[in-house]
């Protein structure tokens, strides 16, 4: 039996068909993917779909080498303020360190102008 495959970044929506029950896990289970992508250290198995007040889940909460928390929003298409804020909302009550948003476009004011 072969190993999973690493991740690649592409068209979300073209390769899994859903976005929480089949995107989000597989991420989770390559956050260090994702933090090798952006230059952060974080642990290899994030917990996805976790509870938060108000019946909302977080999508992956990741954690960094030094045990600080991440919040992980991920988003098929293009990012929108609905989801910006509440991946925002979910880091500041769980006093994360960061807030990664992963999601297929993302409009020109949610762009870092520095280059990764």
Known sequence: ??????????RLSEAWRGEAADFTPLLAEQVDALGSAIGVDLA??????VHTAGGRRIDILAQGEDGSEFVIENQYRSLDHD???RG???AV????????????????EF??????
């Open 44 to 49: 290899s198995i994030g917990q996805s779909e």
């Open 88 to 90: 925002l909302a979910y």
């Open 83 to 85: 989801h910006l804020t």
């Open 93 to 108: 009550a769980r006093r994360a360190r960061g807030l990664i948003v992963v999601a297929e476009d993302h409009r020109d």
């Open 1 to 10: 039996m072969t190993g999973m495959a690493r991740l690649t970044f592409g």
């Open 111 to 116: 762009v870092h102008s520095r280059s990764i």
